[in-house]
């Protein structure tokens, strides 16, 4: 049995509308009969994984994940300029090579591109069908590659097209997976898997009918609004579950131990801390969680979410929902077994515990 890392995350955000559905709307869930607002685990792994506390723990060890990699290869045929300096969006960075010219760029760009999945249609298309994650591995080999044929003049051969790496150090990617449909055996399984977040309460969307302000308007023909508009927002305290397969986590990284742990650090430090972007300007609901559980054991893992399936509707909304998790924990265990090895938990309703304590547990000793 793999060793896994559970987390269970309570936040609590004020009015916003962090994710969003396609009529604009806060994404809802209905859950034990009772409307919730909820966000999803798309939304949660991309804002943890374009985080500052990502780039700064992981540097050196993130992908990029893109439909645009030809284009962005074409640019540095065309101008000279290395394809990790473009890739860090260094727009005056000097050429270090000779350019190729807009013919052969195009050419070696589309065929470069279609390497990790399928073009669009179109004679030397640039744009993959499907958003490709490249490791750094990878953008290494393409800018080694790009080098080598603007040098030579000549078209790449069979062994120039082996770009695609199975070993690689992205641990965004160790930690939630690719998929290349063309090229299976370049897939990498993801060893986290992420909840979508529900609140612990039912939940009414509500309606903010607002107006901007001219502020050029002095009332000489009117004092209308210059801006008439609406949106929709909810508040709530949310539970979230993170399941992590530590060993798969590492076999991912190439038995890695060191960067195992630092993606771990960087994951329950991110869970903790870092927020949805969605409609931050408008309604700024940034918050850290309030309670944070991590667990540790080769058991089966379970999610704790039936602790909420009677929703919750006390006037100490966040104890209430701390209890309830401790105590379905409890019970669990009791009728169970235990259902992990070690745990531990920081509490910041009751000023209890510390999120360095978390981390150090979570990336420390283990089966």
């Known amino acids: 049995m793999s060793e896994f890392v559970q987390l269970h995350v309570l936040v609590s955000y004020p009015p916003s509308n962090l994710n969003r559905d396609d009529l604009g709307r806060p994404k ?3 859950m034990g009969g009772a409307q919730r607002l909820r966000v999803s685990s798309q939304s949660l792994k991309r804002a943890w994984r374009t985080s500052d506390i990502f780039a700064s723990t992981l540097a050196g060890h993130l992908g990029v994940r893109t439909k645009e990699m030809g284009t962005l290869v074409y640019r540095s045929l065309t101008s000279g300029v290395s394809l990790a300096e473009i890739l860090r969006g260094a727009n005056d960075a000097p050429a270090t090579f000779q350019p190729v010219t807009e013919e052969k760029g195009r050419k070696w760009a589309s065929e470069i591109a279609g390497i990790f999945g399928k073009l669009k249609s179109g004679e030397n298309a640039l744009e993959i069908e499907q958003l490709a994650h490249f490791s750094p591995e990878e953008i290494a080999a393409i800018d080694a590659l790009i080098l080598k044929l603007a040098a030579s003049g000549k078209d790449p051969d069979e062994d120039d097209r082996k770009l695609l790496m199975k070993r690689h150090t992205a641990a965004d990617i160790a930690m939630f997976g690719r998929m290349l449909a063309a090229s299976p055996i370049y897939n990498t399984e993801a060893a986290v ?5 529900v609140t612990v309460h039912p939940v009414a969307v509500e309606d903010d009918y607002f107006t901007a302000v001219d502020d050029l308007n002095r009332g000489d023909e009117g004092m209308g609004a210059g801006h008439l508009g609406e949106t929709e927002f909810a508040s709530g305290l949310f539970y979230l579950y993170v399941c992590v397969n530590r060993d798969l986590l590492r076999e991912n990284l190439g038995g890695d131990e060191a960067l195992t742990g630092a993606a771990l650090r960087a994951l329950v430090e991110a869970a903790a ?3 949805p972007t969605g409609k931050q300007n408008s309604f700024a609901s940034r918050a850290y969680a309030s309670y944070l559980l991590a667990e540790k054991g080769c058991q089966q893992p379970r999610s704790l979410s039936v602790a909420y399936l009677k929703p919750l509707q006390d ?3 966040l104890g209430s929902a701390i209890n309830a998790l401790k105590d379905t924990r409890n ?3 009791a009728v169970y077994g235990n259902c992990s090895d070690s745990w531990c938990d920081m509490n910041a309703h009751a ?6 304590e978390v981390l150090d547990f979570v990336a420390g000793h283990h089966a």
Do not use: F, I, P
């Open 28 to 30: 809802t869930a209905v």
């Open 193 to 197: 898997q992420v909840s979508h977040a």
């Open 273 to 275: 801390k870092v927020a």
């Open 315 to 317: 006037a100490d909304l």
């Open 331 to 333: 019970k669990m265990d």
């Open 351 to 356: 000023g209890e515990g510390a999120l360095q």
